[in-house]
């Protein structure tokens, strides 16, 4: 089982919210991804982290923020939350062994009202 | 259009049947290539591999064909527990990023 964690599972949230999403991971990898999937569809990449200090956007526009300021923590924000972020987020790792198996955590369901 | 496309299926198939499918990528330049599991409302796991000669694990099989840019991947002697959504997923640029398609949806029914 892989060493990534996400909290909360799920957030039902009032539209303005601020709301950071938490991710850790134990297993020491350089690389930390965030991706929204949508019921049905493919995964998209929102954000991504090669190291520390290191943050770029994903392939996705997301109004989302990131750090990066621990190996092992890579928290997501929103700092206004709205109905069109309703979703699911996946957080995800990887290591300098099989770079591109990704490791994925249990996701959080955002739900914004 | 899109990187990655996958038939959605659903493909429904009995216990112990083969079921296949493909994926297809639009850029040339792909250079890795993967299948992942999706079970519903789960997090994605990484099947397989797909190698240039192609492989095997098991009762899975994968396949890719550079010409055509397409991916396959077979599931002989199907088991209730291969019901999941399979993700075609490409790693085509110089960076460590992946792109993944919307899956394929296979029930394995007893």
């Known amino acids: 089982e892989a060493d990534i964690y996400q909290t909360p599972r799920y957030l039902v949230i009032g539209t303005g919210k601020k709301i950071t999403l938490e991710c850790s991971q134990t297993?020491?990898?350089?690389?930390m991804y965030w991706y929204q999937q949508d019921p049905g569809m493919e995964l998209h990449l929102i954000h991504y982290s090669y190291g520390v200090n290191s943050t770029e956007k994903g392939d996705l526009s997301s109004e989302s923020t990131v750090s990066r300021i621990r190996t092992e923590h890579f928290p997501l924000t929103l700092e206004s939350a709205r109905p069109s972020h309703t979703s699911q987020y996946l957080c995800?790792?990887?290591?300098?062994?099989?770079?591109?198996?990704?490791?994925f955590g249990p996701g959080t369901r955002l739900t914004v009202t | 259009r899109k990187e990655v496309e996958q038939d959605p299926g659903p493909f429904n198939v009995p216990e112990g049947a083969t079921v296949a499918f493909n994926c297809t990528y639009s850029n040339s330049a792909s250079q890795s290539f993967f299948w992942y599991r999706q079970d519903c409302r789960k997090e994605p796991k990484l099947l397989m591999s797909v190698y240039s000669s192609g492989n095997e694990d098991g009762r899975f099989t994968a396949q890719l064909n550079r010409a055509s840019q397409y991916i396959s991947l077979l599931i002989r002697d199907s088991k209730l527990s291969d019901s999941a959504t399979y993700l075609c997923v490409v790693n085509s640029g110089n960076d460590y990023k992946l792109s993944f398609g919307a899956g394929t949806t296979v029930t394995v029914r007893a």
């Open positions: 297993m020491g990898h350089d690389k």
């Open positions: 995800a790792s990887s290591g300098e062994r099989e770079i591109y198996e990704q490791y």
